[in-house]
């Protein structure tokens, strides 16, 4: 019921398209900390989650037992994260480095002049916080990838399958009030959203269980890095 009441509350979501051909950008600064360090699985309407919701009108006891299948489920996602990312250790992968090259590959094509830009985030997603750089000259931007995270997920006890959450932000360097472009990409979307990029998912790297990711590392990796590059390429298609 508190979800319902806050989403009904929230405002809508109005991206802002990149005017290429008027905003007179060439130089980017992109915020180094894009996307994070190790993969995450994501699983939506597990038994966990239906267990909780349907302790919720047996008071005290069906809070206890709803706790505790929270619990459960916690514990079995950690240990799954564990061997996802242990076998994907196996082959060297790197997450943020696959999107980052891809990225920054893509950006070049078009002839931005990129650097770093070290910003902290306020939290562990969300977009940094930007004030005037007065280092910046006409044409500099700062480039804001947050990537909400990546990794396997699964849907209604259907396969695991690769995906990506992005959320993209452009501000004008001196005046960050201005913003150039505001976007969100997801990759293998649970429900695609007509204002946001949607990219389908590749059922080639789809896995009935974990253990069968566990078991051919590479293919999943190889899944992994097709979604993440994917991404880059769809983030930077909104710079075009």
């Known amino acids: ?3 319902g009441a806050l989403s009904g509350c929230a405002t ?3 991206p802002i398209p990149f005017d290429h051909a008027t905003s007179g950008v060439s130089k980017l600064q992109i915020v180094d900390d894009t996307m994070p360090a190790t993969a995450h699985i994501r699983k939506l309407a597990t038994n966990g989650q239906n267990v909780a919701s349907s302790t919720g009108g047996l008071g005290l006891a069906g809070l206890v037992v709803g706790l505790a299948a929270a619990g459960i489920e916690a514990g079995i996602a950690n240990d799954q ?3 996802i990312n242990a076998a994907l250790a196996t082959q060297g992968f790197d997450g943020k480095a696959t999107f980052d090259e891809a990225f920054q590959t893509d950006l070049h094509t078009q002839n931005f002049d990129t650097s770093p830009l070290k910003i902290a985030r306020d939290g562990s ?10 280092s910046a000259t006409a044409g500099n931007a700062v480039l804001d990838v947050d990537g909400y995270g990546y990794g396997y997920q ?3 006890g259907t396969k695991w399958r690769p995906y990506v959450v992005i959320s993209v932000k452009m501000s004008d360097a001196n005046d960050p009030t ?36 566990q078991a ?3 293919k999943a990796a190889e899944g ?10 769809a983030t930077a298609q909104l710079l075009k």
């Open 81 to 83: 994260n564990s061997k």
């Open 154 to 156: 699964q849907v209604g």
């Open 178 to 213: 201005k913003i150039l472009l505001d976007n969100r990409v997801e990759y293998n979307a649970v429900v695609p959203g007509t204002l946001t990029v949607s990219i389908p998912g590749d059922d080639a790297y789809a896995f009935d269980k974990i253990e069968d990711i």
């Open 125 to 134: 997603h969300g977009f940094v916080t930007v004030t005037p750089l007065k």
């Open 216 to 218: 051919n590392p590479a």
């Open 12 to 14: 809508p979501y109005h």
């Open 1 to 3: 019921m508190v979800m």
């Open 224 to 233: 992994l890095k097709a979604a993440l590059v994917a991404s880059a390429h």
